[in-house]
Every structure is written in structure tokens, then in C-alpha cells.
């Protein structure tokens, strides 16, 4: 009864075609711009900036780019932290070897060494599936691990390994507050987001589905597994490798190659289990819920503790987070594969349809 | 049915929501949050260091607070990740915190970039950038007591005071054995150097963190056969390189680690395999008869109030967690002298405070450091403000000292303290402070 169509005649191919058909959702998606753009830099503290905003808004991006690669086109992938690495670690070189570097070209290149590593890596997608092309991107990470830490061409020579930019600004004006970070990210999460559905919904993004529901079957209908597989590849590791530019550039300021380890590949590939697999909404809803549950379980288990009378350290904190991680993924993969974004269209399903049951 | 539903979901979404509302500091409360681990590969040796650093600070509660102004901190598990320490200070920044200590060299080095900008002292006793001790350009790091150019120095100094001279080491080989990380890279500099003027060989031997794989870098010491080991390694890396130097034969007796790679945790697996292992210590060894360590089992431990086991009180880790926590309150209290006696300070004002420290033996004494200690006096230019040391040896029971106090060559360590600070001053386009922004 909320959700009703009715009456919502298109009259052009142009507006049968649009992302939004429904004019709620259309209003709904203005609403959450409005939200994003213009309520939060307004009413949001510089705690919410710093530690759920602006991580939310670069994971939400690499998100949408491992759901490419592992939700749409079907191929495990556990190197995402390689590919953040490398896009990180790319665009520091252009940033800081060519003098008068502007941001967004240095975060575009960082991008483009990623896709190359990517499409490298992905090659042995062509020949393995399932595990063993998990246990070949696996290979990416631990050699990304290794390029970083002992080729010391990438760190600019430094000492330590550990590098750092500052004094960012696009097109004069500066990166420096919390607002203008979080706006910064907000754009290029919005075009990554367009760009990505758009590509979803085309003939590429069919490809890649068919390849994903049987590869043979696709292959036999025309559809080149090369082709397909290594431009998912490409696209995922080009938003993957920006989303690692823009972590280490705009979240971190300063880092070392430690901080892409395998940890960020299995965060990226839970937040995509959980925020569901084949959807650009899930790649959102994931990361919004690994952002939030860290914060929320440490304030609210003291919290809880506290009523019954124990005091919680930080270890019980830190491993309970891995416990209801694994819990979830468990429980998500059993009960509802398609993740969150599943239950969101169901519940819309049941907005349509109420107060009858279906 | 649904009554218990609707509850529950509206207890949690207000956890929820309170959750994210940053939490008002209340008057007369000075906050410090304490970026630790106890969980992971290094969760062995930053235990005992959170322990000592939380029971201070309860000391200082009992005792009134500074000057009546309550103390209250908040402990974040980083599991030595720079990215997650990165977050555990950006959470805890909106509560208006004191300094920020990281106890991880990688963090240090992603925090002093934000430091600056959101006006909090950054306190790294014992660690972090060897360079920050520049205070004119590094205005907001405090690495206090020694950095590990000190350490290295004053371990090489040992070395060549074991083979008789420096002219003696002309033609030895030196091995290092690190963490790769920044942690871990941060000597080789002030080593090379030293290498260069003396005419020794340094090998570098890095060790892929977490460092519980050791065996072909054990192998390559027993091929290489070097005069001395020098062990940089933190966590389960250490007890592991001492189990494979007793593996592969190496005399232990000939290794030297570095302050954090010569405790109680490195070598009670290891017990009497590890005896004649050296290691630097910052000023404080194991000291289980100081006065403070006496204070905090008879205030804190024997009224159940202690953080950890009591049997830990008193041990190497554990001090140094105690003694980064009294120099950062020694700092709020300089501070107050300045800007107001029983005022909470802001980040700005224990900045000033920290580089206006002067801890005189007298003041440490009464603070029950005893012996333990010696006078820091930081300013301006200075923000290490001391740089003694001593080694001790593990018998198989205990730690010794075995070496008078030792200070790190100045003629070589302050040229490259300044060519180092200011590469970074180049690179960040920062101006050196003078001499009338020293008053700020």
C-alpha cells in the first residue's frame, strides 16, 4: 500500500530505462542525498566525521568493487587488501614523484596501476574457480605484502617504510577539515556508484552475471569467459585501487605497508557476505555495518555488563567483535545468502503489498 | 509476543544511538585515553605495559587527582595496527584528551601528521620517531627519557666496551635482527653510521612481522657467524629469536636487544636458555624494591584494585607502562603550574607543559622513583630531555644490571636528529620553531 506503482505510466524508453523507475524510490534517493550532502556536514560532530562518515563512505566504494568481482561476476576473491594497496601506494608514487601532481589525476593513476595488478592477478581466474581462485588472489595480497615492504623504490626510499601526504587540495580548494574530506569522498562515491550500476544493468553486467551463474553454459551462448572475467576484474580492482588511494590519502594521512594486510581483504569480503552479495545497495549496507558494529559493541557491551555488575576489558570487546563477525557471516550464508540488501527488498516487497501478506 | 520485541528493539536502538553521541567530559575531569593491545601477537608484552600504565593513573586518582583535578581514561584496543589505532583516536578525540600515547612506532608515525591539526601532545616514551626529539620542528612529539637512536647508540657503545675500544670493532661483523616495520627499521641509520666511522659490517636481517617465523633468519646468523646480534623485535618475536639463537647455537652472551626486546616475557619461555642475554634498558630496569612499585602493591593490588596479576607489578614492561603515565601527569601538572593549579588543561596546555618539564632527582625521589630514574628536563629544542641508559643481563632468574648509566653520544646523534627533522620540516614545508614560539 506504500509502495504502489499504480498510476506510474512510462511514456519514454528514456524513463523505462532510468535506475529508479519507481517515483518513491526516486524520492527516497533525494532524500538520502539531501541527508548525506547538505543535513550531515550541518548537524554531524567531528567524532562522526572522523570515525563512522568518512571510513563508511571509502568502504562503501570498495565494497561496491569486490561485489562486482564476488557478487556479480561470481569470483572469490580474498586480494581486495592488495588491490587498495597497490591503488594506495600507486597514486602516492604519481603524487609525489611528478611535482604539481593535482589529487584527483594522482587518484585516477593510483586506480590504473591497480586495474593492471588486478587484471594480472586475475588471470588465473581463467583457469581456476571457486576455492582455488580464492587461494591464487590470496597470492596477490601476500605478494602485494612483500612488494611493499622490501621494494623500497614504492616507499620512496624512506627509512622507516612509512610514508604520509599532506597539503591536499582540488582545484584550490583545501582537503584539510573534516567536512571537506567527507564531501571530497561523498562525490566519488557517488560517480563510482553510478558508474558501477550503470555498468550492472548494461550488457557487460549480464556477462558477467551469466558467468557467474554457469560459466559453461555462458560460454556456450557467446559470451567470451576472458573478456568478462578480466573486465571484472579490471573495474573491480580500478574502484578498489581508488578506494585505497582515497584510504590511505584522506582516513590514514600516513601509512605503512602494514595497514593492507589480509585483514582489510576479509573485512572487504564480509561486509559484502553480509551487505549482500550482487547488489550495489549491499555493498553500502556491509560497510555501514562493519563501520558501526566495532563502535557499537564497545559501547554498549560495558553498558550491558555494567547492568548485570562485570566490568569488560577490551579483550572481551575485541573478541566478541570476531566472534559475532563469524557468527553473522555463518547465519547470513545459511539463512539469507543474498545479505542484507535481500531483507531490504523483501521488506519493500511487503511495503507494496500491505496489508496483504503477498 | 511482540511487547518483549518491540523493547528489546527499542533498548537497543537507544544503546545505539547513545553510542554514537560523543560522551560530555565533565568539569574537573582530565581525560586520557590509552591506546593499547592485549589481544594478538603482541599482546604478551603491551599487557603488562597497559597494566602499569592504568594502575598509575589509579595511583594518582587515589592520591586526589592532579592538584584535585580527577583523572579519567578509556582504554582502546589497537592490536598494534596503525589503521585501528588511527580509529581509537579518532573515536577518542572528542573527549578532549590530555596526550595521546600510541606504544606503537607505526601509529606514531600516522598520528603525528593528525596531532598537530587537532592540537594534542603526542607522548612516546621509549619509542616512536627518533627524530621527533627536534622539538623545533616537531612541536607536538614528546619522545621523553630516549628514542631508539639513544638505544642503539648506547647498545653499540656496550659492544665496543665489551671488545675493549671502538678501534677494537674495526673489521667485526654486526647483525641486526629486526621487525619490519618502522618499529623495527628506525636504528639502522645511527647503526650504518657508526658502522661507517668505526669500519665494522652491519648485516640487515629483517623479520616478516608477526616474527614467530625465524628459522631461516637463525640460519642465515649461523652462516653469516657475526660477532654480536643486536635483537630489534617486539612481542612473540622476541621469545622466538631467543629460542632459535638457542637452537642454532648462537652465544647468547653476544646479543643485545633493545628496551622493549628485554623483558621478563621475552625469556621466561626460554628461562636458563637464555642466560647472558643483554638488553638496553630507558633508565629503569626490573626494579621490584622501588618505592612506587611498593606504593602501588600496598594502595593499589592489595585492595583488589589492580588492572592485572600482582605478580607482574615491578617487572621491566610494567614500570615502563608506570613511568610513561607519570611522565605524561608530571606534564598535566608542569602544565597547571603555568595555566592554572587544579584546572583541567587543554591539549594545548600539556604540550607546554611536556616541553617544560623538569624533573629534578628530588621530585622523582618523592614520587617514588628513586634509583629508578634520573633527572628529564625537556625545552624547546629538546623534547627528549634525557637520554640515560644501562644494560642488564638475564641470570636465568632475574635481570641485572650489568653496566653503569650510559648516555648517548651527542656529537653523533644531534647531527643526525637535525639532517633527519629537517628532511621531514623540507618535505611538509614546516618552518623551525625560534626562539620566541618557544614561549607559547
Request: aromatic share 12%; hydrophobic share 45%.
Amino acid at each position: 500500500m506504500f509502495y504502489r506503482e499504480n498510476g506510474q505510466l512510462k511514456t519514454s524508453y528514456q524513463a523505462d530505462q532510468q535506475i529508479f523507475p519507481i517515483a518513491q524510490d526516486r524520492w527516497f534517493i533525494l532524500a538520502m542525498l539531501l541527508l548525506a550532502f547538505v543535513v550531515a556536514p550541518l548537524l554531524a560532530t567531528d567524532y562522526w566525521f572522523s570515525a563512522i562518515l568518512i571510513p563508511f563512505v571509502i568502504m562503501a566504494m570498495a565494497a561496491i568493487g569486490v561485489n562486482i568481482l564476488v557478487g556479480y561476476c561470481g569470483q572469490i576473491s580474498l586480494g581486495s587488501g592488495a588491490f587498495m594497496a597497490v591503488g594506495a601506494y600507486g597514486a602516492y608514487n604519481f603524487f609525489a614523484r611528478v611535482p604539481d601532481m593535482p589529487l584527483i589525476p594522482a587518484l585516477i593513476l593510483g586506480g590504473l596501476c591497480a586495474t593492471v595488478f588486478g587484471v594480472l592477478f586475475g588471470l588465473p581466474s581463467l583457469r581456476v574457480r571457486g576455492l582455488y581462485l580464492a587461494v591464487a588472489t590470496l597470492a596477490a595480497q601476500f605478494f602485494a605484502d612483500w612488494m611493499f615492504l622490501r621494494i623500497k623504490w614504492f616507499t620512496l626510499d624512506t627509512p622507516s617504510g612509512s610514508v604520509s601526504v599532506s597539503n591536499l587540495q582540488v582545484f584550490g580548494l583545501p582537503i584539510e577539515s573534516d567536512v571537506s574530506k567527507y564531501l571530497f569522498c561523498l562525490t566519488l562515491l557517488c560517480l563510482v556508484a553510478l558508474l558501477a550500476k550503470n555498468l550492472v544493468r548494461g550488457a557487460i553486467g549480464r556477462e558477467w552475471m551469466a558467468i557467474r551463474d554457469m560459466d559453461v553454459a555462458a560460454a556456450v551462448i557467446g559470451i567470451r569467459p576472458m573478456y568478462a572475467k578480466l573486465s571484472a576484474f579490471a573495474v573491480s580492482s580500478f574502484i578498489i585501487g581508488v578506494a585505497g588511494a582515497l584510504w590511505a590519502f584522506i582516513y590514514m594521512g600516513s601509512w605503512e605497508p602494514s595497514a593492507f594486510s589480509v585483514n582489510e581483504s576479509f573485512r572487504l569480503l564480509f561486509m559484502v557476505i553480509i551487505g549482500g552479495l550482487g547488489s550495489i545497495m549491499g555493498g553500502f549496507l556491509g560497510a555501514a555495518f562493519i563501520i558501526l558494529l566495532p563502535i557499537f559493541l564497545n559501547q554498549a557491551l560495558p553498558f550491558i555488563a555494567g547492568m548485570v555488575g562485570i566490568e569488560i576489558s577490551t579483550t572481551v570487546v575485541s573478541h566478541t567483535e570476531l566472534m559475532i563477525f563469524g557468527g553473522l557471516i555463518v547465519w547470513f550464508l545459511i539463512v539469507e545468502p543474498h545479505g542484507l540488501a535481500k531483507l531490504w527488498s523483501i521488506g519493500k516487497q511487503k511495503m507494496r503489498v500491505w496489508p496483504f501478506p503477498y | 509476543m511482540k511487547k518483549p520485541v518491540l523493547l528489546l528493539s527499542a533498548l537497543l536502538s537507544a544503546v545505539m544511538l547513545s553510542s554514537v553521541s560523543p560522551v560530555l567530559a565533565q568539569s574537573k575531569e582530565q581525560f586520557i585515553p590509552v591506546l593499547s593491545y592485549r589481544t594478538g601477537p603482541y599482546a604478551p608484552n603491551g599487557t603488562p605495559w597497559a597494566n602499569g600504565f592504568v594502575d598509575y593513573l589509579k595511583l594518582m586518582n587515589l592520591k586526589g587527582g592532579i592538584n584535585n583535578v580527577k583523572i579519567t581514561y578509556e582504554e582502546c584496543e589497537t592490536g598494534y595496527d596503525t589503521a585501528r589505532s588511527v580509529e581509537c583516536y579518532e573515536r577518542l578525540k572528542s573527549k578532549k584528551p590530555s596526550f595521546v600515547q600510541t606504544l606503537s612506532t607505526g601509529a606514531t608515525f600516522a598520528i603525528t601528521e593528525k596531532a598537530p591539526g587537532d592540537k594534542i601532545p603526542v607522548l612516546t616514551v621509549g619509542y616512536g620517531r627518533s627524530e621527533s626529539a627536534d622539538g623545533a620542528v616537531f612541536k607536538w612529539n614528546f619522545p621523553i627519557a630516549g628514542t631508539y637512536w639513544v638505544a642503539a647508540d648506547t647498545i653499540m657503545q656496550a659492544i665496543a666496551k665489551k671488545e675493549g675500544g671502538w678501534d677494537k670493532l674495526k673489521g667485526k661483523k654486526v647483525a641486526l635482527v629486526y621487525h619490519d616495520s618502522p618499529f623495527g627499521k628506525e636504528p639502522i641509520p645511527l647503526i650504518q653510521e657508526r658502522a661507517r666511522i668505526h669500519g665494522f659490517e652491519l648485516q640487515l636481517l629483517p623479520v616478516t612481522p608477526p616474527g614467530v617465523e625465524q628459522k631461516a633468519t637463525w640460519l642465515q646468523v649461523r652462516q653469516a657467524k657475526p660477532d654480536y646480534v643486536v635483537l630489534w623485535g617486539w612481542g612473540v618475536m622476541n621469545s622466538t629469536a631467543i629460542k632459535e639463537a638457542q637452537a642454532t647455537g648462537y652465544a647468547r652472551e653476544k646479543m643485545y636487544g633493545v628496551w622493549w626486546a628485554g623483558a621478563e616475557q621475552d625469556v621466561k619461555d626460554v628461562a636458563d636458555g637464555a642466560k647472558g642475554y643483554n638488553a638496553v634498558t630507558i633508565q629503569h630496569g626490573a626494579e621490584p624494591n622501588a618505592d612506587i612499585v611498593k606504593t602501588l602493591l600496598a594502595q593499589i593490588h592489595a585492595k583488589g584494585q589492580g588492572t592485572g596479576p600482582k605478580e607482574e607489578v615491578g617487572q621491566v614492561l610494567y614500570l615502563r607502562g608506570v613511568m610513561s603515565a607519570m611522565i605524561g601527569v608530571e606534564g598535566i601538572r608542569s602544565a597547571q603550574e603555568r595555566f592554572g593549579k587544579g584546572k583541567v588543561m587543554t591539549g594545548e596546555q600539556v604540550r607546554w607543559g611536556l616541553e617544560n618539564l623538569n624533573l629534578t632527582q628530588p621530585k622523582l625521589d618523592a614520587l617514588g622513583f628513586k634509583g629508578v630514574m634520573r633527572p628529564i628536563s625537556t625545552s624547546c629544542m629538546d623534547h627528549m630531555g634525557a637520554a640515560w641508559t644501562r644494560i642488564h643481563t638475564w641470570d636465568g632468574k632475574n635481570w641485572v644490571f650489568t653496566s653503569d648509566w650510559m648516555q648517548a653520544d651527542e656529537q653523533i646523534l644531534k647531527p643526525l636528529v637535525k639532517a633527519t627533522a629537517d628532511k621531514y620540516a623540507a618535505e611538509k614545508k614546516l618552518t623551525r620553531r625560534t626562539g620566541q614560539d618557544c614561549q607559547s
